[in-house]
């Protein structure tokens, strides 16, 4: 008899918040994650100098689910934190999401917010459907904020024009004719107070939860270890790429710790849509609120190659997924959530949401052992 009801292999939020569903529902689960860390990408640690940093990119939590804001505050207290970004554009510095303050200071302009809006209504172009992440930025902001705010930094962060990405990338920023200079919009916008890790470690603190880091899922697979497996690694691995590999794009993290710098930019992330060869540089203290001498930042170099971070949302890739989808749902003794799982370009709270949802699922479901 296997020792466990459930494999769940990827500790990230999809494996780390089903494995504890499925704990308080009285299954023995068994966590594995080839990483020696629980968080997966959301994961955060000390830099060498103290500084409280996300190694694989930076990460604020905002959600709308209420459902998932109180799951996820049984594991950690919150900072309030809205976060801010300003783009540099023609040597100005410029909020994101393009807003009132954006149109006056690029075009020397003193629009109040019916102004701005009608501003906005004149230079939209109609298109006739929004398919690609170009219908979606023309309908929304007209050609020339397009060309300053959207196509550069799309082709550096995806190696592809915006006509060739599905209309829900661009769609993730919204336009606004008021002050409103928050990235999010969202209802709940925190930061876990003591950061992400403590928050995974306390979701891994259950009697019922066997954590085995530095294990890959290839390692342990056919061993018949549980009866049922949750699969949150890449879905094209799972099946050997036998239909061929899903692209992700990839990015090269560069951090700099800044010694004798209390404050290295007024928000907590600038974007360089046409300069530069990174797409951004964040600094971690605006998230995380964190005092003392010396700031830590870090800059985003897209790639096509290394850790699958984003899957890459256009049509060809979607038809793929689905091909690889069709399989997934023939494993009938694996469930298959998350990013990277189920090829979507999923926030945080999404993945907590699928996941908390699955697990929900898998309760009232019986295993061969419960
Ligand atoms: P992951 O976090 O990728 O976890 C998967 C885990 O599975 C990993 O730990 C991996 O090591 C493990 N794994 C994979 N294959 C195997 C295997 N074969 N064997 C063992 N283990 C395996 N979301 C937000 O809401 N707000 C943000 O600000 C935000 N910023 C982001 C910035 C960047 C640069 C990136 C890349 C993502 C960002 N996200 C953000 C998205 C967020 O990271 C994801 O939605 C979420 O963390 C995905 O959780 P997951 O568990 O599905 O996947
Ligand atoms: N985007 C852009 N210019 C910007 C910021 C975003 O063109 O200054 C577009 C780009 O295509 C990007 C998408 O909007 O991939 C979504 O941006 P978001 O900040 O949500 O990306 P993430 O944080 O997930 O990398």
């Not at 801010?84 to 410029?94: A, F, I």
């Not at 061993?223 to 239909?243: E, I």
């Not at 689905?322 to 999923?346: D, I, M, N, P």
Request: hydrophobic letters at 40%; a neutral charge; charged letters at 20%.
């Amino acid at each position: 008899m296997p020792d466990f009801d459930h494999l769940i292999a990827g500790a990230g939020f999809a494996g780390a918040v089903c494995a504890r569903q499925l704990a308080e529902g009285g299954r023995r689960v068994l966590l594995i994650d080839r990483r020696s860390l629980p968080g997966g990408n959301a994961a955060d640690v000390l830099d060498a100098h103290g500084v409280r940093i996300h190694p694989h990119g930076p990460h604020i939590f905002h959600t709308n689910s209420e459902r998932v804001f109180r799951y996820l505050s049984r594991f950690t207290d919150w900072r309030f934190y809205e976060h801010r970004v300003l783009c540099e554009v023609g040597g100005q510095l410029l909020p994101l999401p393009i807003n009132r303050l954006t149109l006056n200071r690029l075009y020397g302009l003193d629009l109040d917010e019916a102004q701005a809006e009608a501003h906005l209504a004149r230079v939209r172009l109609p298109r006739p459907a929004l398919r690609s992440s170009e219908d979606v930025v023309l309908a929304s902001v007209g050609h020339d904020l397009c060309e300053r705010f959207f196509r550069g930094y799309t082709q550096k962060q995806w190696g592809l024009d915006l006509s060739e990405l599905s209309a829900g990338v661009a769609a993730r920023i919204p336009t606004r004719s008021n002050d409103d200079d928050r990235y999010f919009s969202d209802r709940w916008q925190f930061m876990p107070a003591a950061g992400y890790s403590a928050l995974f470690d306390r979701l891994l603190d259950h009697p019922g939860i066997d954590w085995r880091p530095g294990t890959a899922y290839e390692s342990v697979r056919g061993l018949g270890l549980a009866p049922h497996t949750v699969y949150t690694g890449p879905v094209d691995a799972y099946f050997g790429h036998c239909l061929g590999a899903l692209p992700y794009r990839s990015i090269r993290f560069e951090h700099e710790h800044l010694p004798d710098i209390a404050r290295f930019q007024a928000t907590g992330t600038v974007n360089y849509p046409n300069t530069r060869a990174y797409t951004r540089i964040t600094e971690f203290r605006h998230l995380t609120g964190q005092t003392g001498a010396g700031t830590s930042i870090v800059r985003e170099f897209p790639q096509a190659q290394g850790e699958p971070y984003y899957p890459i949302p256009r049509a060809e890739n979607e038809a793929l997924y689905q091909r690889y989808a069709a399989l997934a749902a023939a494993e009938h003794s694996v469930s298959f959530v998350g990013r990277l799982a189920q090829y979507r370009y999923y926030n945080m709270d999404q993945v907590v949401a699928a996941a908390l949802k699955l697990g929900d699922t898998l309760l009232r479901q019986t295993t061969a052992q419960s």
